[in-house]
């Protein structure tokens, strides 16, 4: 190559040195710099006479925290001896005024006969790479860390909605609290009306010891406005009250501060938040969740989050409570409109009523049997549409409206479901409703013959003495409350069916024979086997074991059952007592139609009070 063209070379090879974009060295076999581009020279704010010739391990090289790095650990004398290139990101140079910079690098060697004549660095600024990793594996841990409070609130919420058992659910929720939030969580609850200023102690759950934990649970001393405690600071402030390892030891001597205070006794010591639960129109108590031994306090993001589970609960609280009291109501309505079943000729009734699960399933089914002016007996089954405080009051509008109808007309039945229909629908503002209208007519002692009317109601079972059970299927109508209102002309036929001596008559709602995922038909064989294979009880316990062994859920259920004498009992000429039961008062010393006992109307032992 001619002299111009090296010439040409080099110049171009110095412009590319100076302008590429990264800090560049040339350094000879002994480790002294003998090149430096105006990148390194800015980076490192040192000029090109101050780095010509330096020792670049002695010069520049440093570890984190600005020592030397002992001459053998350094990287780019290694390539000197190796004659292979190597790279790295964990070092650091001395800059001009004395600060560190974080570098990441190359070293590639520069070959000469059998060994490295020296080597050229390439190296930049490492601290907006290490910033930017920093900062997005910051991002990723609060993007994990709200990932899974969102999580945990979810949780919380599926669980709240889960049961309407509110003192199972909290029970259940101190346990989803512990160890992600705490150590121990404890859940306090105030009473439902005014008249008491007990806190319940329903739930609490401890990390390391469950029996210690159950053994706390139960009332606490009474809440006064002058406590000093944590625990009615922080009812009364509906703020969240933050105690740290040793504020609750120097507390108040009162009953309620020493209550609280052995959670920590027994749970373990340390930091606890103490969270209101409550909502814009109620308070219903407090959550306290706490870290034992060297965990961290709550942080600002954690006090809000249990602020917001709280607030849930409080909302769940209130929820329940409103459907228990709708519940009850609608309860207490609908067994005052219950009424007491008559005795007449050695005829036996009995009934049960069995409330819903659900306090929005209960208010719809009846039952009645009473006295005719003729003479006859009436029985009625029946169920309004709706599930609600409403659906009672209908089911008792319904009730009596049929009562008076049906007392002194001597008209079929259908006749007496017809005018229901007419009434309804023009006088009141009641839902459609399904019904059995049925009349025992006979003379004294027998035989007796059924006469009914079905409006939308499953079939009436019949169960002979020695066990065979079928369904009175003839005659269905329409629901009451559709025909008029529509103007579809459709009627309810008039039944008829002689009853045999010592059979059983069953009128039921349709709760006891539906079931969630499940054919009715397979209902109405359940209950036709059963009432067949049980009818040998007595008739109280024929009821109480049908129950046992059908389990309704879901719906409210109401039974009304007759069974009918021997022929001849209940004549003038028998003297014999009518038969008694231990769950029905003794009845009056005679026979004649119109004498009254009190019915049997047994509540379910599983239902809440």
């Not at 974009?21 to 430096?36: E, K, L, N, P």
């Not at 001597?253 to 814009?280: I, K, W």
Request: aromatic letters at 4%; glycine letters at 8%; proline letters at 6%.
């Amino acid at each position: 190559m001619s002299g111009a063209g090296q010439e040409l070379e080099t110049t171009l090879l110095r412009a590319v040195f100076d302008s590429v974009g990264a800090g560049m060295f040339v350094i000879d076999s002994a480790g002294r710099i003998i090149a430096s581009n105006p990148h390194s020279q800015r980076l490192l704010d040192r000029s090109e006479e101050e780095l010509f010739g330096a020792d670049l391990h002695d010069l520049l090289h440093r570890d984190a925290n600005g020592n030397k790095v002992p001459r053998q650990e350094c990287p780019a004398l290694s390539v000197l001896d190796t004659g292979r290139p190597t790279e790295g990101s964990e070092h650091f140079y001395l800059r001009g005024d004395g600060t560190l910079i974080p570098i990441i690098w190359v070293v590639t060697p520069l070959q000469q006969g059998d060994g490295a004549g020296g080597a050229v660095i390439v190296f930049h600024d490492f601290r907006k790479h290490r910033d930017a990793s920093e900062q997005t594996a910051a991002h990723l841990a609060a993007l994990e860390e709200l990932t899974g409070r969102l999580s945990l609130v979810a949780e919380v919420s599926v669980l709240l909605i889960s049961s309407p058992n509110t003192d199972e659910v909290l029970d259940r929720l101190a346990r989803l609290l512990v160890p992600d939030l705490g150590d121990w969580a404890v859940i306090d609850v105030l009473p439902k009306g005014r008249d008491s200023d007990e806190i319940h102690r329903v739930a609490v759950h401890s990390l390391d010891d469950d029996d210690t934990a159950e053994a706390l649970k139960g009332p606490l001393p009474p809440l006064s406005q002058t406590s000093r405690s944590a625990l009615a600071h922080a009812l009364y402030s509906l703020e969240p009250v933050l105690l740290d390892a040793g504020r609750h030891k120097g507390g108040s001597n009162e009953p309620l501060a020493q209550a609280h205070r052995q959670l920590f006794e027994h749970l373990g010591e340390g930091t606890a938040l103490v969270v209101p639960m409550y909502t814009r129109r109620g308070l219903y108590g407090a959550l306290t969740v706490a870290r034992t031994g060297a965990r961290s306090t709550f942080d600002e993001a954690e006090v809000l989050l249990l602020s917001d589970i709280a607030r849930r609960i409080a909302l769940v609280i209130k929820s329940n409570r409103l459907f228990e009291q709708q519940r009850d109501m609608a309860e207490t309505l609908q067994r005052q409109l219950l009424t007491p079943l008559p005795q007449v000729d050695h005829l036996r009734f009995a009934a049960r009523y069995q409330p819903a699960q659900s306090a929005s399933e209960v208010g719809g089914d009846w039952y009645d049997a009473f006295l005719l002016a003729n003479g006859a007996t009436a029985l009625v089954i029946g169920d309004v549409v709706g599930h609600d405080l409403h659906a009672a009051a209908h089911m008792a509008e319904v009730r009596n409206m049929l009562r008076a109808l049906a007392w002194d007309r001597q008209e079929p039945p259908a006749e007496i479901v017809r005018r229901l229909d007419d009434v309804m629908t023009h006088t009141s503002d009641a839902p459609m409703a399904t019904a059995v209208f049925a009349r025992i007519e006979g003379p004294d002692g027998g035989p007796w013959h059924l006469h009914w009317a079905n409006a939308g109601h499953p079939p009436p079972l019949l169960i002979t003495a020695d066990g065979h059970a079928r369904y009175l299927e003839n005659g269905h109508g329409p629901l009451l409350g559709m025909s008029s209102a529509l103007k579809l002309g459709l009627e309810w036929p008039d039944n008829h069916e002689e009853l045999p001596e010592r059979s059983t008559l069953l009128l039921y709602t349709d709760g006891l024979v539906e079931r969630r995922g499940q054919d009715l038909d397979k209902g109405l064989e359940n209950l036709r086997r059963h009432a067949a294979d049980l009818i040998d009880h007595d008739l109280e316990d024929f009821l109480d074991e049908l129950l046992a062994r059908i389990e309704p859920e879901g719906d409210d259920v109401a039974l009304l059952a007759l069974r009918l004498p021997a022929l001849g009992e209940g004549r003038a000429e028998d003297d014999v007592a009518p038969p008694q039961h231990a769950h029905s008062p003794a009845a009056p010393d005679r026979r004649a139609p119109g004498a009254w006992v009190e019915g049997s109307l047994v509540r379910n032992t599983s239902d809440p009070a």
